[in-house]
C-alpha cells in the first residue's frame, strides 16, 4: 500500500491487487462508474465468493463524502486483514465461511479527487437518496450515478445490513436520520431497540467511541443528533430491510496519513465484532412451500415490530437481526400461502428457523373459484345435471354398442388401451 492517502489510481491497482493475492476468497467487480466515469470496484470477499448461498449478506461501503477518505483506507486495511487470517484467526475464518461481504472502499471517487464532500457535480450523494417524507429526490433523472449504482446494486443483493464510514465525528449512528416535521428529536425506526444493540457492537469494541462526552456510549439516533433527508442509511432499511449504520470513525474528516493505521487498529474489533453479530445472533432459516418442497421468497416480521425481511427468491433465505436475551413470535408469510408463527426465546447465540408454509385452502389445497363465473347454484340445479349426466351416458353406451358391432376389427385394440397416470406432486 503506497505511503500516505491512496490516489483513485493506486486504490483501483490495490483493489486488482488484492483479487489476485486472494483470489481464492475474493471477487472484484464494478457496481457502475462516477459522474467523470471512474469504476466503482466492490471486492467480493467469502470462501464462496462467485457462488450465490443461503448464508447473510453485509456491505461496507467507505469516501461517500470526497472529503471523509479514511473509510476507504480502513476498509483496504480490513480486506488485507481478513485474507492474511483467513483460517488462522478464529473470527477471520468466521467471517469468510459463514457470510459474503461486499467492500465498496470509494463511492465518491470523483469528489476525493476534486477534495470536497459532494461528487463531481458537487451533489452530496448521502442526501441524494429517495426519502420517506418528502418527495425531493423522487426524480430519477436528477439522480447521481454513484446513487443510482447503489440503488440497483442493493436491489440486485440481498444484503442483511450494512455500513457506511465517514469521518469528522466518533458516533455510530442509527435511524430515522430525518422526521417528519423537520424537528431536531430522537426519532426511533421500527427496529429501534435492535439498531442500538448493533450501534453498541460497535461503540463498545471500540478503542473509545463508548467513552464519548458528546454521545452517551458513542451512539446516537440520526434525527437527535441532526436531521437529514434523502440519506443513504434510512433508504435502505425503508426499501430493502437492510439495517444500516452510519459509523463515524474519525473525529478528523481528513487526518494526517500517518494516523491511518492507529485508526484503523481503534476500528479493527468493531468491524469484526458488527461483522460476527450478524452472523452469531439473530433468527436465521429458510421458508419452503409445502406442496412443492422448495423455497419461495415468503417474508418475516417479528410481533411488534412493525418491518419485514425478504427472503431470497433463490434460496428463501432470512436473516433476521434481534436483539439476544428475549423472548420472540416470530412469523413467516407469502400471498398465497398460509401465514405460520412459533414463539422462540433468543438467547446469545443465533436460532436457526425453517418455515414450511402451506398453500392457502382447504386442506392445504390452492383455493379455486366455485365455477368461472362466481354463480351461487342451489341443489336443484344439482338435481338437473345429474339427470343430465345419465341421459348423456346411456348415449354414450348406446353409440359403443354400435361402433362394437360395425367395428369388431377394433375391438380387441379398444380392450387392451393402456393409459397412464399423472404422478402426485411430492410433498
Known amino acids: 500500500m503506497a505511503r500516505g492517502y491512496m490516489t483513485n489510481a493506486e486504490l483501483e491497482s490495490a483493489v486488482h491487487a488484492f483479487g489476485s493475492r486472494c483470489s481464492n476468497i475474493s471477487r472484484i467487480y464494478s457496481i457502475g462508474k462516477s459522474v467523470n466515469d471512474f469504476p466503482l470496484w466492490v471486492i467480493e470477499i467469502s470462501d464462496k465468493p462467485r457462488q450465490r448461498e443461503a448464508e447473510p449478506a453485509f456491505k461496507f461501503i467507505g469516501n461517500v463524502h470526497g472529503d471523509e477518505p479514511v473509510g476507504r483506507e480502513v476498509l483496504m486495511h480490513l480486506a488485507n486483514w481478513l485474507c492474511n487470517n483467513y483460517l488462522k484467526d478464529p473470527l477471520a475464518t468466521l467471517i469468510v465461511e459463514n457470510m459474503h461481504l461486499h467492500i465498496l472502499p470509494a463511492m465518491n471517487p470523483d469528489g476525493f479527487a476534486l477534495r470536497w464532500r459532494g461528487n463531481a457535480n458537487n451533489i452530496d ?148 465484532n458488527l461483522l460476527a453479530s450478524v452472523i452469531k445472533s439473530g433468527v436465521h432459516g429458510r421458508i419452503f412451500a409445502a406442496d412443492t418442497g422448495r423455497p419461495i421468497p415468503g417474508s418475516v416480521m417479528i410481533k411488534g415490530i412493525d418491518s419485514k425481511v425478504r427472503a431470497s427468491r433463490t434460496f428463501g433465505d432470512y436473516h433476521r437481526i434481534i436483539v439476544p436475551g428475549e423472548k420472540y413470535e416470530v412469523m413467516a408469510s407469502l400471498e398465497g400461502f398460509r401465514p405460520k408463527s412459533t414463539n422462540i426465546v433468543l438467547e446469545q447465540e443465533a436460532a436457526n428457523l425453517d418455515f414450511i408454509l402451506e398453500p392457502d385452502g382447504v386442506d392445504g389445497q390452492t383455493k379455486l373459484p366455485s365455477n368461472d363465473y362466481g354463480c351461487r347454484c342451489d341443489n336443484s340445479m344439482f338435481h338437473v345435471q345429474e339427470a343430465h349426466l345419465w341421459l348423456y351416458l346411456l348415449v354414450v353406451c348406446v353409440l359403443l354398442t354400435l361402433y362394437l358391432v360395425f367395428k369388431r376389427k377394433t375391438a380387441s385394440r379398444l380392450l387392451t388401451y393402456r393409459y397412464s397416470l399423472r404422478r402426485p406432486v411430492a410433498v
Open 125 to 272: 450523494l448521502n442526501r441524494d437518496f429517495p426519502d420517506q417524507f418528502f418527495p425531493v429526490n423522487n426524480d430519477i433523472n436528477h439522480r447521481q450515478p454513484e446513487t443510482k449504482a447503489i440503488m440497483n446494486w442493493v436491489n440486485q443483493e440481498h444484503f442483511t445490513a450494512s455500513a457506511s464510514l465517514h469521518g469528522g465525528a466518533l458516533v455510530a449512528n442509527y435511524p430515522w436520520d430525518g422526521t417528519s416535521d423537520t424537528g431536531k428529536r430522537y426519532y426511533g425506526c421500527p427496529d429501534d431497540k435492535t439498531f442500538r444493540h448493533m450501534a453498541s457492537v460497535y461503540s463498545e469494541s471500540h478503542y473509545n467511541m463508548s467513552l464519548s462526552k458528546e454521545f452517551e456510549g458513542g451512539i446516537t439516533n440520526g434525527a437527535f443528533w441532526y436531521p437529514i433527508y434523502g440519506g443513504m442509511q434510512d433508504w435502505n432499511y425503508i426499501n430493502a430491510g437492510c439495517f444500516e449504520l452510519t459509523l463515524e470513525i474519525s473525529d478528523a474528516k481528513w487526518p494526517k496519513a500517518v494516523e491511518l493505521p492507529v485508526i484503523w487498529e481503534h476500528n479493527r474489533m468493531s468491524m469484526l
